[in-house]
């Protein structure tokens, strides 16, 4: 199985379709409700049901998932009958698997029951019509990089006594990213130093977006947050809050990290914590839906943002 553990929750959704093939008159019985074996309707919609409910079951590599909402509805067309599914969900991965066993669950009932009234009868034609959810929907483009900079806090890096881990894997990181990482620094763990830094980089040097990392806890020399909230002019609760939130679902020392985050001009600045592991963790709570700040400040809203789009369509 692919390791989803790093990913956050999300509205997933998905709608497949497939059709039920056959002479137009046993066809017509489904929906009068003349089949000798029952409704066939509401046997092979519950069977859909359940078949996206123990989808995880019977393909090997999906995810068991909490679904929230299934759906599955008997539709008279051109083709024949169309079942149609609908998956809701909120977590880590897509639902597209899901929709598209239960539309094969309902077909194969639905066929089961009518077979014995036509001898041509098939069914075919799966596929995903629409899917929505994930990173993909929260993603910006830009036309051109936004201007980065990593700041790592700590006396005994800036001292060449310790090794830097933690900046070394937000560079990282951000490669993969739209932006472009244009300063690492290593820092000392005073207040003044730190908070003239910042200063500089969003007043002079026009950076768009700071990491920094360490100095986020509660030892003597920790003073990354007053630095940072010195130098803020507007801050935002809930990257900080989103942070240990996602942290706390994976160990419970984030509930300790006292990173703030917000704006000092067009400049968004964060504290992200000291150890690699938990500034890793912070940047996938983070990203991409970070990035969407940008066209928020420049009035743009949410505009372009039409997470009822379809992704495409696959045919099974």
Not at 13 to 21: D, N, S
Not at 33 to 44: R, Y
Not at 142 to 155: E, I, N, R, Y
Not at 174 to 197: G, M, T
């Amino acid at each position: 199985m692919i390791d989803v553990s790093p990913k956050f929750n999300s509205l997933r959704y998905a709608l497949a379709e497939g059709f039920l093939f056959g002479r137009p008159d046993v066809l017509q019985r489904v929906f009068d409700k003349t089949v000798p074996k029952g409704d066939v309707v509401e046997v092979a919609r519950a069977a859909g049901i359940m078949a996206a409910k123990r989808c995880s079951e019977l393909i090997i590599f999906c995810h068991p998932i909490p679904l929230d909402w299934v759906e599955v509805r008997f539709e008279a067309h051109a083709k024949g009958i169309r079942v149609v599914a609908e998956v809701r969900s909120v977590w880590k991965t897509g639902v597209e698997v899901e929709a598209v066993t239960a539309v094969t669950g309902a077909l194969l009932n639905a066929y089961d029951m009518l077979k014995p009234l036509d001898q041509e009868l098939s069914f075919g034609e799966v596929r995903v019509v629409k899917k929505k959810g994930g990173k993909s929907d929260f993603s910006d483009r830009f036309a051109q990089p936004v201007k980065t900079a990593v700041l790592v806090m700590s006396d005994s890096t800036y001292a060449g006594t310790r090794q830097d881990k933690s900046g070394k894997l937000i560079v990282e990181f951000l490669s993969k990213q739209p932006v472009s990482v244009d300063c690492y620094e290593v820092l000392p763990d005073d207040r003044e130093v730190i908070a003239a830094r910042l200063r500089k980089l969003a007043d002079e040097e026009k950076f768009q977006l700071v990491f920094t990392t360490g100095g986020t806890g509660l030892g003597p020399r920790d003073v990354t947050p007053e630095a940072t909230l010195a130098v803020l002019q507007r801050t935002i609760p809930g990257i900080s809050e989103a942070i240990r939130k996602h942290g706390k679902d994976r160990t419970p020392y984030a509930m300790l990290s006292r990173g703030e985050a917000g704006l000092r001009g067009d400049c968004l600045i964060i504290n992200l914590p000291g150890s690699s592991k938990g500034a890793e963790e912070s940047l996938q709570a983070l990203f991409p839906g970070l990035l969407h700040i940008f066209p928020m400040m420049q009035g743009k809203g949410h505009e372009g943002k039409d997470h009822e789009k379809a992704k495409g369509t696959q045919t099974i």
